[in-house]
Structure formats: structure tokens, C-alpha cells
């Protein structure tokens, strides 16, 4: 998972639109889309991004590596977007009990989820 995809995720995760993350750095909503785009930002970027999502800079670094590096990172990427389609109060799945949700399951969920929505929370190719 790139840099702009955590930015996208944490956003989520704090239940913000492009266009209020935008209000808070001072910037225009296409330049928050920009950035979600990329797969690298430059470090001063980061900062005001993650100061402005209450994250620490940590998290849009260490995860990144860790997506790539670890053996459970797939579990993890999957339970974290899983997560974000849990906490989204007009989809209103978060009521329902997962707990019998299949590792497989919850990615085909969040799969439809972001073409219900028109987001990515998942990485392209991701199986």
C-alpha cells in the first residue's frame, strides 16, 4: 500500500471528505485527491498530512514498509479497509456481526464497497 493510499485510509478512518481534509490543510480538494494518488510525497507533505489526520508521521511510513515486508501484511491490509467499510454510517454494516467473515469474504465485501462508493481502499491487483 503506497503513501497516498494510507493518507486515503486514514482520512477515511477519521471520517473526513477530501474537501474537509482540504479545509484544514488550506489546500483544494483536488490537490487531497492528488495526493491520495500517489505512491510518494515529500516529507513536509506527509507532516502537515499527518498532523491535519491526528496521525503520528510513523504511520504512513512504517506501514508502507510493513505491507511489503511482513507475511501477515495482507491480513492486516484487508482488516484495515475492512474496517473503514465498518465505520461508514450510510452503508450501515458496522450493526452486523463478522465475526464468521472469512478472510476472503471481507475483501469481496470491501470490493464492492469501493465500486458502491468509487473509492480505493485496497491496492490495485490486490487478491
Given at each position: ?32 485527491s492528488y495526493v491520495e494518488r500517489k505512491s510518494w510525497v515529500r516529507r513536509s507533505v ?24 511482513q507475511p501477515g501484511s495482507r491480513e492486516t491490509v484487508i482488516e484495515q479497509a475492512f ?45
Amino acid at each position: 500500500m503506497h503513501v497516498g493510499e494510507r493518507i486515503r485510509l486514514a482520512r477515511k478512518q477519521a471520517g473526513m471528505t477530501q474537501a474537509q481534509l482540504a479545509s484544514a490543510l488550506g489546500e483544494s480538494q483536488p490537490t487531497v485527491s492528488y495526493v491520495e494518488r500517489k505512491s510518494w510525497v515529500r516529507r513536509s507533505v506527509l507532516e502537515k498530512y499527518a498532523q491535519a489526520l491526528g496521525r503520528p508521521l510513523s504511520y504512513f511510513l512504517q506501514e508502507a514498509e510493513q505491507c511489503s515486508a511482513q507475511p501477515g501484511s495482507r491480513e492486516t491490509v484487508i482488516e484495515q479497509a475492512f474496517d473503514v467499510v465498518r465505520r461508514d454510517p450510510d452503508f450501515q454494516f458496522g450493526a452486523r456481526d463478522d465475526s464468521g467473515l472469512t478472510l476472503a469474504a471481507k475483501r469481496d465485501i470491501v470490493r464492492l464497497y469501493e465500486q458502491a462508493r468509487r473509492v480505493a481502499l485496497l491496492p490495485e491487483g490486490f487478491n
